[in-house]
C-alpha cells in the first residue's frame, strides 16, 4: 500500500457530504487537480476535506495535498499496516504506477513470454486483509486489488481475483506470498526498473506538471503490455475438480481407444492363424 496519494475523495466541509461522481459514485481528485484548484479558486478549494478511497466508509482518513506534489494522510491518520507492510510506500513513481494501472480498462498481462487479458469488474487500491499467518492473523494491503468475470482459464483458476503489486525499490516479502497463496489469492509483480519518475522528468525534484506527466506515460506503457511476474498461483477447488474431471475423461477415452487397438491386434492374430492353418494343408486362400 502506498503512503503517498495520487487521489482522493472530498467533503464538502460545509455537509459534510461527499462530492458526487460522474464515472465513480464520489469524485476522485487527482493530485494535480487539487493543486490547479488550490491555485486557480481557493476559496473552493479551502471548502473541501479530502479523504482517502477505501470502499468501506468506516476506514477512510483525513488528507491533504503536500508540497511534494501528493496526498498525504493527516497526522495520527494512516490506517492500520501502511508503514509495516510496503516498503516501497513513500516512492511517488511507485503510487503513480498504482493509479494508473487501477485505471486500466483492460490489463494486457505478458508473464514470462504468457499472454493474457483480464477486464477488470471491480478495482480496490487500497482494501485491507485479515489472513491467517503461521497461526495468528496478520492485516496485509495489497497495492491493487481486482476482479473480473469473463470465462477463462485464470478465471476458473485464480477464483476470479488477483492481486498486483508494484515493485520499484523492495520485492515481495516471500512470507506475503506464502500468506496469499495459502488463501487462494494470486499475486503479480509489476517491476518499474528504471521507469521511474525521476528517470521520465530528468530531475529528483519533479514539479506538478512532470508528476502528471508521468502518470499519462505510465497509462499509456501499462495500456499496451503489462511485463509481470506471477508469484503466487494458486488453485480453486472448482478448477481442481474440473481438471481432475477433463483429466479422468482423457484417461477413459485413451482406455477406450487401447482397448480397440488390442481388438484390432486380436483380430489380425487371428486371422493370421487362420491364414497360417489354410496354408499348412495345401489350400491356396483366394481372395475376390
Same mark, same amino acid.
Given at each position: 500500500?502506498? =503512503? ?51 470502499? @468501506? ?29 510496503? !516498503? ?31 477486464? !477488470?469488474?471491480? +478495482? ?6 485479515? @489472513? ?30 488477483? +492481486?498486483?503489486?508494484?515493485?520499484? *525499490? ?31 522528468? =530528468? ?27 506471477? @508469484?503466487?498461483? !494458486? +488453485? *480453486? ?6 481438471? +481432475? ?33 489354410? *496354408?499348412?494343408? =495345401? ?6
Amino acid at each position: 500500500m502506498a =503512503g503517498k496519494k495520487i487521489w482522493a475523495y472530498a467533503k464538502d466541509k460545509r455537509s459534510n457530504d461527499y462530492v458526487a461522481g460522474t464515472k465513480h459514485k464520489h469524485k476522485l481528485y487527482y493530485v494535480w487537480e487539487a493543486v490547479k484548484m488550490q491555485n486557480t479558486n481557493p476559496a473552493i478549494f479551502s471548502q473541501l476535506e479530502f479523504m482517502s478511497t477505501q470502499r @468501506l466508509v468506516n476506514d477512510r482518513r483525513k488528507m491533504h495535498v503536500h508540497a511534494g506534489g501528493f496526498f498525504r494522510y493527516n497526522p495520527n491518520q494512516s490506517p492500520k499496516g501502511i508503514s509495516d507492510t510496503d !516498503p516501497d510506500s513513500d516512492s511517488l513513481s511507485h503510487s503513480l504506477a498504482i493509479a494508473a494501472l487501477a485505471e486500466l480498462e483492460k490489463l494486457n498481462f505478458e508473464c514470462r513470454g504468457e499472454k493474457f487479458s483480464i477486464s !477488470p469488474t471491480s +478495482v480496490e487500491t487500497e482494501q485491507r486483509l485479515q @489472513l491467517i499467518s503461521e497461526g495468528e492473523y496478520k492485516y496485509y494491503i495489497p497495492d491493487i486489488v481486482f476482479t473480473f468475470d469473463q470465462d477463462s482459464e485464470y478465471a476458473k483458476r485464480w477464483g476470479r481475483k488477483l +492481486v498486483i503489486e508494484v515493485m520499484h *525499490t523492495h520485492a515481495c516479502e516471500e512470507v506475503k506470498i506464502k500468506d496469499f497463496e495459502n488463501h487462494c489469492i494470486p499475486i503479480i509483480e509489476v517491476k518499474l526498473n528504471k521507469m521511474t519518475l525521476e528517470e521520465h522528468s =530528468g530531475t529528483r525534484s519533479p514539479n506538478i506538471q512532470q508528476i502528471e506527466e508521468f502518470y499519462d506515460y505510465l497509462k499509456r506503457k501499462f495500456s499496451n503490455v503489462i511485463y509481470g511476474n506471477i @508469484l503466487s498461483n !494458486p +488453485v *480453486t477447488t472448482e478448477f481442481y475438480k474440473d481438471n +481432475v474431471a477433463i483429466a479422468f475423461e482423457k484417461q477413459k477415452l485413451a482406455e477406450k481407444q487401447r482397448d480397440k487397438a488390442l481388438q484390432e491386434v486380436t483380430q489380425l492374430q487371428n486371422f493370421e492363424k487362420k491364414l497360417r492353418k489354410l *496354408t499348412s494343408e =495345401g489350400n491356396t486362400p483366394i481372395f475376390n
